[in-house]
C-alpha cells in the first residue's frame, strides 16, 4: 500500500488562489515531489464561518516499509478486539 509522506507544510490565514514560489524550498523545485495546495474552510466559535486557512503541502507517494506495515496491521487488530468487546457490551 502506498502512503503519503509529508516532507514540508505551510500554512496561510485566509483563503489564497495562489501560493509564491518563493514559499517553496528550493529543493522541492528541482525534485520529482508532489506538490499539492490545499483548501480547508472551518467555523469558528462565534457561529459563523471564518474565512477559511490554505495549507502548502509538499510530500511524496512511497511503498510502505515492513515496520510500518505491521504497526498498522496490529492497530488494525485492536480496534477488531475493542469493536467486538463493544459489542458484545450493547447486546
Known amino acids: 500500500m502506498k ?3 509529508i ?4 500554512h496561510y490565514e485566509g483563503e489564497r488562489n495562489f501560493v509564491p ?6 529543493e522541492f523545485l528541482k525534485s520529482e515531489n508532489d506538490i499539492m495546495v490545499h483548501l480547508e474552510e472551518g467555523y469558528n ?3 459563523g464561518w471564518n474565512e ?8 511524496v ?10 504497526k498498522m496491521k496490529k ?6 478486539v475493542e469493536s467486538k468487546k463493544e459489542e458484545e457490551k450493547n447486546i
Open 3 to 5: 502512503i503519503h509522506e
Open 7 to 10: 516532507l514540508f507544510e505551510k
Open 21 to 26: 514560489i518563493a514559499d517553496i524550498p528550493v
Open 45 to 47: 466559535d462565534s457561529n
Open 52 to 59: 477559511g486557512r490554505t495549507t502548502l503541502v509538499i510530500g
Open 61 to 70: 507517494y512511497r511503498e510502505q516499509n515492513e515496520e510500518e506495515k505491521a
Open 75 to 80: 492497530h488494525f487488530e485492536e480496534l477488531k
